[in-house]
């Protein structure tokens, strides 16, 4: 439904979702915010499994069937341990459970080969291994910005996050 290009932007999971969509013609370029970034082929699940699983990997727990949702001790100690506990308790009563099945959809045709890529990396993550963050940036090519941040700087540097993604879209 947008008119013009389109710059689309994704944060962990939304990662894969943002490496399909991105090979839409209006699609100008993607951004990844400690997003998973797999290759053709690949599925999220694939993508970073030769990697030591982050600590808050084993927060993650079944949330009724075929879903997962991550617990409040996952969310406070490993999802948002940078942001004040309040509004990590927000962080975690709004969550939705995710599909256990997303995890192991591949990727048909990953389009941050094809197309200008950007990557946030998270380097005080501890849901997604700031490791596969960096090699992920590296191999891509990305034009890359390293945050000391949780696995969400949008919310623990907002300013910084919604700057760097003004530049990228400015670039397109």
């Given at each position: 439904?947008q008119?013009?290009?389109?710059l689309l932007?994704g944060?962990s999971?939304?990662g894969a ?10 699609v ?5 915010v ?7 082929g690949q ?5 970073w ?8 990997a ?6 009724g ?9 996952g969310?406070?100690k490993h999802f948002?341990?940078d ?6 308790d ?5 969550q ?5 099945k997303c995890?192991?959809?591949?990727i048909?045709e990953?389009?941050?080969r094809t197309?200008p890529n950007?990557?946030?990396v ?7 291994p700031p ?9 891509m090519g990305?034009?890359?910005l390293?945050l000391e ?16 993604i003004a530049k ?5």
């Amino acid at each position: 439904m947008q008119e013009g290009p389109v710059l689309l932007v994704g944060h962990s999971w939304g990662g894969a979702v943002i490496t399909e969509a991105g090979n839409h013609p209006q699609v100008k370029g993607l951004v990844y915010v400690a997003a998973g970034a797999p290759d053709s082929g690949q599925s999220f699940a694939d993508w970073w499994k030769d990697y030591t699983p982050a600590p808050g990997a084993a927060e993650i727990k079944p949330y009724g069937e075929g879903y997962v949702a991550l617990t409040r001790e996952g969310v406070r100690k490993h999802f948002v341990q940078d942001i004040p506990s309040d509004e990590a308790d927000i962080v975690y009563a709004t969550q939705g459970p995710l599909a256990v099945k997303c995890f192991g959809d591949k990727i048909t045709e990953a389009a941050w080969r094809t197309r200008p890529n950007w990557y946030i990396v998270a380097a005080q993550d501890e849901t997604i291994p700031p490791d596969v963050e960096r090699d992920s940036a590296n191999r891509m090519g990305a034009k890359t910005l390293v945050l000391e941040s949780s696995h969400v700087p949008m919310l623990s540097q907002p300013d910084v996050v919604a700057e760097f993604i003004a530049k990228a879209a400015a670039s397109l």
